[in-house]
């Protein structure tokens, strides 16, 4: 069964220091989407792509988080620099391309991230 | 106040009891409902979806949607110690210009206990 591919599962960082997290969508799935879950919390979307362009950035901290999918393909979210308040998990998801909704959303297994 | 509110839990049951879960919004756009079940240190899965008002059953799971009330709900039926996990509710007005766009309620952790 295809799966959403992230790495690493688990990150620890010291902050100031720069992070990068990779996702390899399910095979043929155009829309990306990059989620941060806060421990108790639900998954908070941070950018959303189709094939290699942005849809959807209004809730990513540009300042600090930027994120790329330049083949249209895998994806790679960084942070830098990183603060203590980003410890979280963070998900990927892919699905097909956009069109009768809700088209479901395949999730990674996430990497959790700790900033000391 | 969140788009989305979902009692975190924990909820405790026994093996074979009816699980009953819940969330409420505010958001009156919102046409697509949904529930995820999550396991420990995995990602979301999706168990089903209801377009607008009404109910929908799939094997032991049923879900409602009460659009007036701005309330919607999952029932387990005949519960397993597997089905302990996190259920997320998650929302999606569905409109062009915010096909993907998921609002998820915080998540209710349940444990069945054999």
């Known amino acids: 069964e295809a799966e959403v591919a992230q790495s690493p599962r688990y990150k620890i960082t010291e902050k100031s220091q720069a992070v990068a997290f990779w996702c390899d969508p399910i095979?043929?799935?155009?829309?990306l989407y990059w989620y941060r879950q806060i421990l108790g919390q639900g998954p908070e979307l941070l950018v959303q792509?189709?094939?290699?362009?942005?849809?959807?950035d209004s809730q990513l901290p540009k300042d600090r988080f930027s994120a790329e999918r330049l083949k249209g393909v895998d994806s790679t979210l960084k942070i830098q620099p990183a603060e203590l308040g980003d410890s979280a998990m963070y998900l990927c998801?892919?699905?097909?391309?956009?069109?009768?909704?809700?088209?479901?959303?395949?999730f990674g297994p996430g990497t959790r991230l700790t900033v000391t | 106040q969140k788009e989305v509110e979902q009692d975190p839990g924990p909820l405790s049951v026994p093996e074979g009891a009816i699980v009953s879960l819940n969330c409420t919004y505010s958001?009156?756009?919102?046409?697509?409902f949904m529930w995820y079940r999550q396991y420990s240190r995995k990602g979301p899965e999706l168990l089903m979806y209801t377009y607008s008002s009404g109910n929908k059953e799939d094997g032991r799971f049923t879900a409602q949607v009460d659009k007036s009330s701005k309330y919607i709900s999952l029932f387990i039926r005949d519960s397993q110690p597997s089905d302990s996990a996190t259920y997320l509710c998650?929302?999606?007005?569905?409109?062009?210009?915010?096909?993907?766009?998921?609002?998820f309620g915080a998540g209710t952790q349940v444990v069945v206990t054999p």
């Open positions: 998801a892919s699905s097909l391309v956009a069109g009768t909704p809700p088209y479901e959303q395949y």
């Open positions: 792509f189709q094939d290699e362009s942005v849809v959807d």
């Open positions: 998650a929302m999606s007005a569905g409109t062009t210009d915010s096909w993907g766009k998921l609002q």
């Open positions: 958001n009156s756009a919102f046409q697509y």
């Open positions: 095979s043929g799935h155009a829309t």
